[in-house]
């Protein structure tokens, strides 16, 4: 892409974005509750030209290229969360001409590592430095989570696009997802965290994902409070009488969230002993009480577990994608 970018502004920029690992706090943030991801070393790369009237883009990874009008609907392909991240900006008052885009997708789709949210938040700083725009990282990222809510159409938490767009490197990301309030945390030097792809793909709008939801809703409309968030361990007597399942998704939530608050003293401790204990703890209650596991993520923990790992579980929604495993020793570049 080498023509002009017409009047101001550079002809071509290039922006990247994260995959992330989450190490705590599964299925907590659309229930305003805790999370504690951290950005991969894997980037989603978007150069970006301005362009009139159409959002185009030819991805590498598909060797393909397509075009959308602005102001064009959702047409259910990849294409969807360009146009929506364009789409998202015109809702908040920022209406762009167009543009035109190259991406180097480094963030494998469906291996819950969280592409579109890399993809999206790429998207976003790419065309903030196009057509400066006064957004900061934070507003980026809830920019691209509207995009992909109201635009994609998958009910996502804010999770992945904050990581995206805050996320630093070797550090946990500790977000309370009601707040918006973050902290970012060391990982305990002598350690580090692995990630293996299950390669059974998983498809986040399908997979059950909205069904866990709506079952998180109905329970906390029974329970009488805003949502999940607002239960503690106190609680888990009333809990016990909801019908099943929807007792032992809320048993999830609320030690899920314990886990969080936990996880993040014992990082701070360094004690990483304790943090792969809480680990193994999470990827149990999401076996048996948030049923988001499969066979193949199961082994793939009790493998880690057998090689020495301090703990391991499933990463991301589940149903398919990724295991991460808490393992001695520095990275490796
Ligand atoms: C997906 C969603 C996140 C979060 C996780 C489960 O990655 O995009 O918002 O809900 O699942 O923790």
Redesign the pocket.
């Known amino acids: 892409m080498s023509e002009s970018s017409g009047a101001g502004g550079p002809a071509e920029v290039c922006a990247e974005a994260p995959g992330r690992v989450?190490l705590l706090g599964?299925?907590?943030?659309?229930n305003e509750g805790f999370v504690l991801p951290m950005p991969l070393r894997q980037v989603t790369r978007v150069f970006a030209a301005r362009a009139d009237g159409v959002v185009e883009a030819y991805a590498e990874i598909f060797d393909e290229r397509v075009a959308r009008k602005i102001g064009g609907p959702r047409e259910g392909t990849w294409l969807d969360y360009l146009v929506g991240c364009v789409w998202a900006l015109a809702q908040e008052g920022i209406h762009l001409p167009g543009a035109r885009f190259r991406i180097q997708r480094g963030v494998p789709p469906g291996a819950g590592l969280?592409s579109s949210a890399a993809l999206e938040v790429a998207v976003l700083r790419a065309l903030r430095t196009l057509y400066e725009i006064p957004v900061d990282d934070l507003r980026l990222a809830l920019i691209a989570h509207r995009a992909e809510v109201e635009y994609v159409g998958v009910r996502?938490?804010?999770?992945?696009q904050i990581v995206a767009s805050l996320g630093r490197l070797g550090q946990a990301l500790f977000l309370d997802t009601r707040s918006l309030e973050c902290e970012w945390v060391p990982i305990p030097a002598g350690y580090r965290f692995e990630v293996v792809d299950s390669g059974v793909p998983r498809r986040?709008a399908e997979a059950g994902?909205n069904q866990r939801r709506a079952e998180c809703e109905e329970a906390a409309e029974r329970l009488g409070v805003r949502a999940l968030r607002d239960l503690a361990c106190g609680d888990l007597e009333r809990v016990a009488r909801l019908p099943d399942p929807l007792d032992r998704r809320v048993r999830h939530v609320i030690t899920e969230n314990a886990r969080v608050l936990a996880g993040v003293e014992t990082l701070r401790a360094g004690d990483a002993l304790t943090f792969g204990r809480l680990m193994v703890e999470s990827h149990r209650s999401l076996v048996e009480d948030f049923e988001v596991s499969t066979p193949e993520l199961d082994r793939l923990v009790d493998l880690a577990m057998e090689h020495g790992a301090l703990g391991a579980r499933l990463t991301?929604?589940g149903f398919g994608g990724s295991v991460v495993a808490l393992v001695a020793g520095k990275y490796v570049r």
């Open positions: 989450n599964e299925h907590t943030d659309y969280a996502c938490g804010v999770m992945d986040l994902y991301g929604a």
